[in-house]
């Protein structure tokens, strides 16, 4: 059982325990508060043997992770840690989080503009506030705390966080309609701190989410009722996030095969040139490279079926206009369809008279010198005759069939 140290939010440590082999599909397990990461001792057993890669930090302030100097408990402080670990892992975990643990995981899968996880567990979703169940939440809380106090497992400066239930609650609802991975939560059926009502509330508002219920758990159903929900936690991830990578065979179904193409990352452009009457056509395409630099040689291929293929087709000239992260737009605009997409669009012309557009990332203005037939795209290959780039911008990613951005450590 290695220990790894992570570099949290401000340059903290957090202390985790890793199981199993790296190479296998990670699983990321949160403790919840006034808990370590002992806790998670038997599920990550149980998914390392079953081929995961397990990692088990602790949180700040709590067991061999660092104590911040500010004092900062707020969920800001927490998220920023879990993001601040995510980056340093080596590909993107199922997160497991028991209680707060999996709060702070919703907060941060769901505020992301890129996906961060491929998967989500949630243990007891926080309650809905009313006088009564606050009280529950409050006597639970304390009892842990009694539970623990003897064995400094956490900083007592925790205590002085405060968290705002109520707050809480409208910032994970937000956060749960923006969460496109697989996510379950299992809900003990005795817990006092939340209802089946909340329970369903909370899912309803996720795209793509289960409930399981194990009878007889109850607040820390993870661990009260361990074999019961490791059983459920490995049928989830096995079933979502199989252990084993898809494959595709020849004559196999398609769209695994459009998957796989799509692990490779690509930049976005936009192609352009005119048609027979000297009107301005262009498209959406991200299937284009650099051949040679000498002579200078790019290629795009055009689907078979795009309704511009025509005006490529009988060309002499074509532009390859890169896109940059402020993009999008243009991007959504050349990919739609029975739409004006010059007139909203600043363009201009260079000396082959297609359309170049304005402020771009690079331009390439480009004179046709072949095409080839190849299933169902054909491939244009044009010479530069004229480019423009710019230093300042970064450009607009394209990866598994979503936009994305460069990230800088």
């Known amino acids: 059982m290695p220990t790894r140290i992570f570099t949290g939010f401000g340059g903290l440590k957090i202390v ?18 006034m808990q370590t990461r002992q806790v998670w001792k038997q599920a990550a057993r149980s998914m390392a043997q079953a081929g995961r890669f397990v990692i088990c930090p602790d949180l700040r302030g709590h067991g061999d992770s660092g104590i911040p100097d500010d004092g900062n408990y707020t969920l800001d402080s927490f998220i920023a840690d879990l993001i601040a670990v995510l980056a340093q892992l080596s590909s993107r975990p199922v997160i497991v989080g028991s209680t707060l643990g999996g709060w702070i995981a919703l907060s941060a899968l769901g505020e992301a503009e890129e996906p961060l996880a491929t998967g989500l567990v949630l243990t007891n979703p926080p309650p809905e506030i009313t006088s009564q169940n606050a009280k529950a939440l409050n006597r639970t809380v304390e009892k842990r705390i009694d539970e623990q106090l003897a064995n400094n497992f956490y900083d007592k400066k925790i205590l002085d966080g405060g968290f ?92 695994t095969l459009r998957d796989a193409m799509g692990c ?78 010059f007139s909203n669009t600043d363009w201009e012309k260079w000396d082959q008279g297609v359309p170049i557009v304005s402020n771009s990332l690079a331009n390439f203005e480009c004179v046709k010198r072949n095409s080839i037939e190849q299933g169902d795209h054909i491939i244009f290959v044009g010479e530069v005759v004229r480019a423009r780039f710019e230093q300042r911008r970064d450009p607009l990613l394209y990866y598994s069939g979503k936009y994305r951005r460069l990230h800088f450590n």
């Open 264 to 341: 490779f990352a690509t930049g976005i452009t936009v192609i352009t040139t005119t048609d027979r009457n000297g009107k301005p056509v262009g498209l959406t395409v991200n299937s284009f490279t650099s051949v040679s630099l000498d002579p200078a040689l790019v290629l795009v291929c055009l689907d078979r079926k795009a309704n511009t293929l025509t005006a490529f087709q009988d060309a002499d000239a074509f532009a390859v206009n890169i896109l940059h992260i402020g993009q999008q737009p243009i991007s959504n605009l050349f990919a739609a369809k029975g739409v004006d997409r």
């Open 164 to 255: 705002d239930f109520a707050d809480m609650e409208t910032r994970l609802h937000d956060a749960a309609k923006r969460l496109k991975i697989p996510t379950l939560i299992v809900r003990g059926s005795e817990t006092t701190t939340s209802s089946p009502q909340s329970t369903y509330k909370l899912a309803d508002l996720v795209a793509n989410c289960e409930v399981a219920e194990i009878e007889g758990g109850g607040h820390y159903v993870a661990f009260d009722n361990a074999d019961d929900f490791n059983a459920v936690l490995l049928e989830f991830i096995e079933r979502h996030i199989p252990r084993r990578a898809p494959e595709y065979m020849s004559g196999s179904d398609a769209r």
């Open 16 to 33: 985790a325990d890793t199981y199993g082999d790296e190479n296998d599909p990670s699983v990321l397990l949160l403790p919840g508060g």
